[in-house]
């Protein structure tokens, strides 16, 4: 069973909407961690966010924030005022547990296309 | 600036050799990893290495080799059993003291078969 679960291949959004990109967890771990990268053209993966298991504020960090639902295990990214800039793949992945040197875990991703 | 460096940008491959992608980091990380993209696709993992000396077999490895002599670096040989190599690829780092930022990435490397 997948772990991850992003749920939109694609999306088109009009520039300056808000999106909210769909991600989905299944683990039996009480601490875990939840990840959103950014994926431009040009390949490099880019850390937007991150939210832990028991933090109790949602995660936010400039344009972006993370919409934690624990009971439905869900951790949806939300980026406010869309701009073309963001057109890119999006990927949630999660951390289970702790220990030395953890790995994580990559949902399929979502490509996301800003209209002018 | 620490971060890491994958070499070259872009490779080309001829059917039946060995290639060899470079990937160095300067973070002090111990754990390094490296992953395959097709064009579209998800991540998926080769290799990956916790600790120097040691590396352990992703979801793909099959044509895939490694090595983890120095902490700093973990090149992956792509050999003439990978059937189709042509692919993105990619290589991070993590630190289990920085647990929060998840995995630092290299720019890639894109291997293309001519």
């Known amino acids: 069973a997948q772990k991850i679960t992003q749920t939109q291949p694609g999306m088109f959004v009009q520039e300056k909407e808000a999106v909210t990109l769909d991600c989905t967890y299944d683990t039996s771990d009480q601490s875990y961690g939840l990840f959103w990268y950014k994926q431009p053209s040009s390949g490099e993966m880019i850390f937007l966010i991150y939210?832990?298991?028991?933090d109790e504020q949602n995660a936010t960090e400039g344009r972006y924030s993370l919409n934690f639902q624990k009971a439905r295990k869900s951790a949806n990214l939300v980026i406010s005022a869309s701009q073309l800039g963001d057109s890119a793949m999006y990927f949630c992945a999660m951390r289970e547990g702790r220990g030395s040197n953890y790995q994580l875990i990559w949902g399929a991703g979502t490509k996301l296309i800003i209209k002018p | 600036d620490g971060g890491i460096t994958q070499s070259p940008k872009y490779l080309f491959r001829k059917e039946g050799q060995n290639v060899t992608l470079s990937c160095e980091q300067n973070?002090?990380?111990?754990?390094m990893y490296w992953y395959r993209q097709d064009p579209g696709q998800g991540l998926r993992l080769i290799y990956y290495s916790q600790i120097v000396n040691d590396f352990q077999k992703g979801d793909i490895a099959e044509g895939y080799s490694v090595s983890r002599e120095k902490k700093e670096s973990f090149p992956l040989t792509v050999t003439s059993a990978q059937k189709n190599p042509t692919a993105f690829y990619l290589c991070a780092s993590s630190s289990e003291r920085q647990s929060n930022y998840g995995y630092t990435f290299g720019s890639g490397t894109r291997l293309t078969v001519v």
């Open positions: 939210q832990g298991s028991y």
């Open positions: 973070l002090n990380h111990d754990a």
